[in-house]
């Protein structure tokens, strides 16, 4: 069984700063291609940023280019989303994501149909 458990979310003031941490467990982590999405109150849930097996390819929504960074280190089974200059919109719920195979473009990692596991989430909140 694939779990996947959030950990770092907070309450931090807008300019902040936060990392997400995403450990996996029950497969082998380098199989997984990963994602992070969060869900606003009253809001789909969307993508944030997406990573291949080997961390060679990254992608982000157009809303945190520039300012969050997702890695992953393999050894550890951990995928990091690195959350800087926070703004007040970033405040969601943030989820982690894994699909069984290798994704292609961003249209696929966009796509939530694209991931098989998901975590149960962490809340970020950022003040003004």
């Known amino acids: 069984q694939v779990q996947l458990i959030e950990s770092g979310g907070g309450l931090v003031q807008a300019g902040g700063s936060l990392r997400l941490s995403c450990a996996v467990s029950?497969?082998?982590?380098?199989?997984?291609?990963m994602g992070w999405f969060r869900q606003a109150p009253g809001k789909e849930r969307e993508f944030v940023a997406g990573?291949?097996?080997?961390?060679?390819?990254?992608y982000y929504a157009h809303s945190v280019a520039g300012r969050f960074t997702i890695s992953r280190d393999n050894a550890k089974n951990t995928v990091y989303l690195q959350m800087n200059s926070l703004k007040p919109e970033d405040t969601a719920v943030y989820y982690c994501?894994?699909?069984?195979?290798?994704?292609?473009?961003?249209?696929?990692?966009?796509?939530?149909?694209?991931?098989?596991?998901w975590g149960r989430g962490t809340q970020v909140t950022v003040s003004s």
């Open positions: 990573i291949n097996m080997y961390g060679g390819i990254t």
């Open positions: 994501a894994a699909a069984g195979k290798p994704l292609s473009g961003i249209t696929d990692y966009k796509r939530r149909l694209m991931y098989d596991y």
């Open positions: 029950g497969r082998t982590f380098s199989s997984l291609t």
